[in-house]
């Protein structure tokens, strides 16, 4: 590698890291992404505390295995014969990849002493992690890994620009530390594809931070990740994901977004129904342990696991979303049912549709999305003990503040309400001025619901409450509140023109006990 003059370089420092950045712009950097990397290491870092064990390549049971003993023959079968195609497979594999290096010795891969793939071979046995950050760039984010995280034994960044592993190269040597990491010049889906078979070969975590959609790596990425190991996924085309190019979404992802004021946690859950989706090709499927809408991006962290009898269920946890065109009220359709009663497991497809040609709050007809991930998209237990470690590193992230915000809204989110509403969208539909996010809150807790903010959306409403009760609360405020009477063919029309059914109940304004219990977010079912 030619030397460059130390004035074409910017030096850059974030967290333990130091890099020299080109002035020239050849290597992307993203100084905006500093929380992604904070929180990315402090979730490794907590998931290595609470998850992964040394020298451990055997399956691992998943959350949701403790009753895996009640498997009947038909699924034990299953397995086995799963177990036997990957055995089979592996043959194939090793026989394919020695023919390939017997007689093609054509491709080029330059390397720090012009070898072909990483610069070292790894270990049977490992006694520390194993990370690849399959698209790089300037190794800033390994480069950090490999400093800040206890217990990483290996890292290998990979990026497939020739300016960017000459830059990994260079920031590896300034921050001496090429014991542990490795600069890798692959394409990434080959790299991972190289590390799927056998056990002792697969990444405990993969990080994928793409410039747009990750979708054309995941089939490697579901494979190449060890059992229990942790994915995290960043994607940056929230156009796609939002609702804007909804076709493009299809092709994808697989599902279709919809423009709705929700879209953002929708973007989470079509990601998380993506990557369940190419995992259960392989007899395995994923356990989301945090999933975030921050800035331009989304970002999730998910384990995997291998069972060929959970993959199963995976239709009970995917939803279609009816979204209607008027008071853009929505519904969740699920796409199978989950029947487990000791040894006899069925899942069956659901049944439905959960509502008429048109809306029964404003007449319109709806728009068709999804499937999305409707399961919990975080573990709150997870989140809410990240939380109490974050606390515990205040010198350790330049973005303290907003991560300790960001994990205690998650840690109150109620997990098993899929998407929200926004006060100020539900207003500009009836013309009226907004009440206070604590009178609709005070006003569902009295009627009986939970009721919480989402990350996603400062001014959400998300609640179990039905649809029909918050058009009815928003009745009710309007009759104290009145406004100019709408013509009869528009949604606030429609909607005003019913009188609300749980009128004494929610016209009662709440008491100072009331009002200050909703300040809290109420998560715990009663």
């Given at each position: 590698m ?5 004035d ?7 967290g ?33 505390k ?5 020298n ?19 699924e ?18 090793k ?12 491709k ?147 599902s ?16 998380l ?8 090709r ?41 979204h ?14 989950k ?13 439905g ?13 709806f ?7 409707s ?20 010198t ?6 907003r ?39 005070s ?11 989402s ?6 409403i ?6 029909h ?14 406004v ?18 749980d ?23 009663e």
């Amino acid at each position: 590698m030619s030397e460059q003059a130390p004035d074409q370089f910017d030096t850059i420092s974030e967290g333990a890291a130091t890099i020299l950045f080109p002035k020239s712009n050849q290597v992307f950097y993203n100084p905006v992404q500093e929380l992604n990397r904070d929180l990315s290491i402090a979730v490794i870092k907590h998931y290595i505390k609470l998850y992964w064990k040394p020298n451990s390549f055997s399956k691992k049971k998943g959350p949701s295995e403790e009753d895996d003993k009640c498997k009947d023959k038909e699924e034990l079968i299953e397995e086995a014969d799963a177990s036997e195609v990957t055995e089979s497979h592996l043959e194939t594999t090793k026989r394919l990849d020695s023919d390939d290096r017997k007689g093609d010795d054509s491709k080029e891969f330059p390397s720090e002493e012009g070898s072909t793939k990483s610069s070292k071979k790894w270990k049977a046995t490992r006694g520390g992690l194993h990370i690849l950050e399959a698209l790089a760039a300037s190794g800033l984010r390994s480069i950090r890994y490999a400093l800040e995280i206890p217990g990483v034994e290996k890292v290998v960044a990979n990026d497939y620009s020739r300016a960017a592993y000459q830059s990994m190269i260079r920031n590896i040597e300034l921050n001496k530390i090429g014991d542990k990491v490795e600069s890798s010049y692959n394409d990434a889906s080959m790299l991972m594809y190289e590390h799927r078979h056998t056990p002792e070969k697969r990444f405990d975590v993969i990080d994928l931070d793409p410039y747009g959609t990750p979708s054309q790596f995941l089939d490697a990425t579901v494979q190449s990740v060890a059992d229990g190991g942790l994915l995290c996924i960043t994607c940056t085309d929230m156009s796609v994901l939002c609702g804007n190019h909804a076709d493009s979404s299809h092709s994808k992802y697989g599902s279709m977004s919809l423009k709705a004021r929700y879209c953002h946690e929708m973007a989470l859950r079509i990601i998380l129904a993506c990557v369940e989706s190419h995992a259960n090709r392989y007899h395995r499927y994923t356990v989301p342990l945090l999933s975030c809408s921050v800035d331009f991006y989304v970002r999730v962290f998910v384990r995997v696991y291998t069972s060929p009898a959970f993959v199963k269920r995976t239709p009970s946890k995917l939803s279609m979303v009816y979204h209607c065109n008027g008071c853009e009220s929505f519904h969740l359709q699920p796409l199978g049912r989950k029947i487990e009663d000791g040894k006899r497991r069925k899942y069956p497809p659901s049944t439905g549709p959960p509502v008429d040609r048109k809306c029964d709050q404003c007449g319109h007809v709806f728009k068709l999305g999804g499937p999305i991930w409707s399961e919990p998209i975080h573990d709150q237990n997870f989140v809410s003990s990240l939380l109490e470690e974050v606390k515990k590193e205040p010198t350790n992230y330049q973005t303290l503040e907003r991560m300790e915000g960001l994990l205690n809204v998650m840690a109150e989110e109620l997990p098993d309400v899929p998407l929200y509403y926004v006060l100020d969208h539900l207003c500009a539909k009836l013309r009226c001025n907004s009440p206070k996010m604590l009178v609709v809150r005070s006003a569902l807790m009295t009627l009986g619901y939970r009721v919480s903010f989402s990350h996603a959306c400062a001014n959400s409403i998300k609640t179990d409450a039905p649809h029909h009760v918050i058009w009815d609360v928003m009745r009710c405020w309007v009759k104290e509140n009145p406004v100019k009477p709408p013509k009869k063919d528009t949604p606030a029309g429609a909607i005003l023109s019913v009188e609300p059914k749980d009128d004494d109940d929610v016209e009662d304004l709440p008491t100072k006990r009331q009002r200050l219990q909703g300040r809290r977010t109420t998560n715990k079912k009663e």
